[in-house]
Nanobody, 120 residues
Framework: QVQLVESGGGLVQAGGSLRLSCAAS????????MGWYRQAPGKQRELVAT???????NYVDSVKGRFTLSRDNAKSTVYLQMNSLKPEDTSVYYC??????????????WGQGTQVTVSS
C-alpha cells in the first residue's frame, strides 16, 4: 500500500501563513516530481507548484513570491509554505507525486486533499 497523507490546512486571516505537509508512505523505490494542486468550488483543478527530485521548483504566477515549496527526501515529504495569504487562495489543496512503488503501479498518486480557508 502506498499513499500520500496531507496535513496543515485550516482557517487563517488574510495576510497570515500556513504550512502544508505531504508525506508519502509505503514501499516506495523512487519519488520523482512532487507538487501541489488546488481546486476551488466551481473551478478547475489548478497546478500550484512542483519540485523535482533535485530541488528545482516552479510556481504558478499567482503565488510567486508568496509560496515556497521544499522537500525532505529522507522523510519522503514535501512542504508548501504559504505566506501573505489572500482570500483567493481559499481552496482544497491536493498533494501529488510521481511514485515508483515496489508492489504497486508506477504513476501519479494523489492525496485526499486538505482545506485552506482565508478570511477577509
Amino acid at each position: 500500500q502506498v499513499q500520500l497523507v496531507e496535513s496543515g490546512g485550516g482557517l487563517v486571516q488574510a495576510g497570515g501563513s500556513l504550512r502544508l505537509s505531504c508525506a508519502a508512505s509505503g514501499s516506495i523505490l523512487s519519488i520523482n516530481v512532487m507538487g501541489w494542486y488546488r481546486q476551488a468550488p466551481g473551478k478547475q483543478r489548478e497546478l500550484v507548484a512542483t519540485i523535482t527530485s533535485g530541488g528545482t521548483t516552479n510556481y504558478v504566477d499567482s503565488v510567486k513570491g508568496r509560496f515556497t515549496l521544499s522537500r525532505d527526501n529522507a522523510k519522503s515529504t514535501v512542504y508548501l509554505q504559504m505566506n501573505s495569504l489572500k482570500p483567493e487562495d481559499t481552496s482544497v489543496y491536493y498533494c501529488a507525486a510521481d511514485l515508483v512503488p515496489r508492489y504497486s503501479p508506477t504513476r501519479k498518486y494523489w492525496g485526499q486533499g486538505t482545506q485552506v480557508t482565508v478570511s477577509s
